[in-house]
């Protein structure tokens, strides 16, 4: 059985920074790719999980859409079985709720990861 637990969201102001941290319970962690999702408030059907970043299984390779390229690190922790997300300079936009995956290998597709959390919401206000 796989469990997925993500926090560190909450309500904070834009300019600021925030910290996700994903916490999983799985077999071989350091087998699968991790990666995090975000779905926004009235997200267009089919895109409703929307690619962050990703990082592979030894953390030597990291990938982050051009979105948010400056702005957020995808980090993680094999003997901890955690993956963390540094996002800084929020904006409004960024409101969502953040979702940690993992699979076999790097996807930017949600439905090619294995297992997935319910999420951790970042508000930002302006």
Not at 32 to 50: D, I, L, V, Y
Not at 57 to 63: A, C, D, L
Not at 76 to 81: E, P, S, T, Y
């Amino acid at each position: 059985q796989v469990t997925v637990v993500e926090s560190g969201g909450g309500l904070v102001q834009a300019g600021d920074s925030v910290r996700l941290t994903c916490v999983v319970s799985v077999s071989a962690f350091s087998n699968h790719a991790m990666a995090w999702f975000r779905q926004a408030p009235g997200q267009a059907p089919g895109k409703e999980h929307e690619f962050v970043a990703a990082i592979t299984r030894s953390g030597e390779n990291k990938y982050v859409a051009n979105s948010y390229k400056g702005r957020v690190t995808i980090s993680r922790d094999n003997a901890k079985m955690m993956v963390y997300l540094q996002m800084d300079s929020l904006k409004p936009d960024d409101t969502a709720v953040y979702s940690c995956a993992g699979g076999p290998s790097y996807s930017t597709s949600w439905s090619s990861y294995d297992y997935w959390g319910q999420g951790t919401q970042v508000i930002v206000s302006s």
